[in-house]
């Protein structure tokens, strides 16, 4: 690929890399099925239909190539390996369409084909990707396997190359962590609704697997256990493939803003156990999607918007949890941003916030994060915050020298026996909220300095300390746009 002038960069081969896998992947699994479906003397009709399966245009070695090759991928009409004129493979992979209503198999391959286009100039280097990938064997458990942690390396040298994709790409031992400590239960619907990649969800799948001894439990594992959403057609095709491999046979992701559901016609039955999510921020969304929102919790936030729909995702009977990843603006904003965290701490139980130093998240942003922790089985009362120390000898993370799963482990083992220490400390969630006499929420700030630590200096360059202030100085502007649009709304 790296010979193919189309191609500029890792951010252009995986997905092409992805997809031409994808194809692959799906008529092994489609083989499998139709030598199942003949063993019980049934008949079984796949997804992808002659001439366009893979074995019907890929799998002869010496087959189409060239600019034929070329052709029939991507124009609307040519001549097809079978001799017939009709649809080139993207066109008609792109108008598949699932049967009776029903969204299946055929809509997700639609789905993820109407946000690609072919990328690779050379037809020749073309057929000699897809004679390679014709040798992997995606029916060999051991080859999934190893297949599986290739691809999740592949994601993560593509956020280093570009840092636009980082945002698809939440740290692995950050993910591990929040899996661990949520410990999602075999039996439980867990969701994230802006799984870029789907590292949570893989990691997910990988530690309810372990609970599925039966081939009941695996069926309840494979058939109604892990849900995401996704807004962007690359990571939706990256998670697609990331969780093909780890084991999903059918994954249940839905293209699309998650935002874009009213937070009022959310009922019990689109509930979930557990969510677990590290959504956008920064960013400002479209009128339309602010219009799904109470007119007084509109928010040029998506953090804040995504808080909203967590809170309102979660089911209330049982033990609903969350943990979330949260820019640092979201502890300490006023206005809208408090009511929104008022709302949290008097209708769920905030019981943990983990505060992350900086460099976490690079290369894609400096920005010191938070995870918080909480659930339906209560209002909130004691907060317990942990404090992730800074790398022993060096001032922050970084993309070559990055946070790792054991650096976490002290805080594994406090999360198990809480303690107050130098690292942990906690504080009466009640008086957190600060409200006027007529009740409205004034102020709301969980931005609570560590009182253990001994006012330790600060030691950050000008440089750090300069994006320390803009980063502050974007929230103030925020809250500066909440109050605007509140005003203009009163008249």
Same mark, same amino acid.
């Given at each position: ?53 893979? $074995? +019907?245009? *890929?799998? %002869?070695? =010496?087959?189409?190539?060239? #600019?034929?090759? @070329?052709?029939?991928?991507?124009? !609307?009409? /040519? ?79 593509? $956020? +280093?190359? *570009?840092? %636009?994709? =980082?945002?698809?790409?939440? #740290?692995?031992? @950050?993910?591990?962590?929040?899996? !661990?400590? /949520? ?84 009922? %019990? ?14 960013? !400002? ?207």
């Amino acid at each position: 690929m790296r010979k193919d002038k189309g191609l500029s960069g890792d951010i252009d081969r995986l997905p092409m890399l992805t997809w031409i896998m994808f194809l692959k992947f799906l008529d092994d699994m489609e083989h499998i099925e139709e030598e199942r479906a003949d063993i019980a003397g049934k008949t079984y009709r796949g997804a992808i239909e002659a001439p366009y399966r893979w $074995r +019907d245009w *890929a799998a %002869d070695e =010496g087959g189409i190539t060239g #600019p034929d090759l @070329i052709d029939f991928l991507t124009l !609307e009409k /040519t001549t097809r390996p079978d001799g017939s004129i009709g649809p080139g493979l993207f066109a008609y992979l792109r108008n598949l369409r699932g049967e009776n209503g029903m969204r299946g198999r055929k809509d997700v391959i639609a789905t993820v084909f109407r946000g690609l286009s072919n990328r690779m100039e050379s037809g020749y280097l073309l057929r000699d990707v897809i004679n390679l990938v014709d040798g992997i064997h995606f029916d060999s458990s051991e080859e999934i396997h190893t297949l599986g942690r290739l691809y999740e390396t592949l994601l993560r040298e593509m $956020r +280093d190359a *570009a840092g %636009d994709s =980082g945002e698809f790409y939440t #740290p692995r031992p @950050i993910v591990r962590f929040m899996v !661990e400590v /949520t410990d999602p239960q075999l039996g439980e619907t867990i969701l994230d609704p802006a799984c870029g990649t789907g590292g949570f969800l893989t990691e997910t799948y990988e530690h309810m697997a372990k609970q599925a001894d039966t081939v009941e439990k695996r069926e309840v594992l494979q058939s109604s256990s892990i849900f995401g959403g996704e807004a962007k057609p690359l990571p939706f095709l990256l998670v697609q493939m990331n969780l093909l491999l780890h084991g999903l046979e059918a994954p249940k992701i839905t293209p699309g803003n998650s935002l874009t559901v009213r937070l009022s016609e959310i009922g %019990d039955r689109d509930r979930v156990n557990v969510i677990l999510t590290n959504p956008p921020f920064g960013g !400002e969304e479209e009128t339309g999607i602010l219009n799904n929102f109470p007119e007084d919790r509109r928010t040029a936030e998506t953090a804040l918007l995504f808080l909203q729909l967590i809170m309102r995702k979660l089911k209330r009977k049982g033990k609903g949890r969350a943990a979330v990843v949260v820019p640092h603006g979201v502890l300490f904003g006023d206005g809208i941003a408090a009511r929104i965290k008022a709302d949290l701490l008097k209708n769920f139980n905030l019981h943990t916030v983990v505060r992350l130093p900086e460099g976490v998240f690079a290369p894609y942003t400096d920005i010191a994060t938070n995870i918080i922790f909480f659930d339906t089985e209560k209002k909130t009362d004691d907060i317990w915050f942990y404090e992730q120390p800074k790398p022993e000898g060096r001032k922050k993370y970084s993309k070559t020298a990055p946070l790792t799963y054991d650096e976490l482990q002290p805080c594994l083992d406090w999360w198990r026996d809480r303690q107050e220490n130098e690292r942990a400390w906690k504080v009466q969630g009640p008086n957190i909220v600060k409200t006027d006499d007529a009740g409205r929420v004034m102020a709301c700030n969980l931005d609570i300095k560590n009182p253990n630590s001994g006012g330790v200096a600060d030691h950050r360059t000008p440089t750090e300390i300069i994006a320390s202030i803009e980063e502050k100085e974007q929230a103030v502007f925020s809250i500066l746009k909440d109050i605007k649009r509140t005003l203009s709304e009163m008249g």
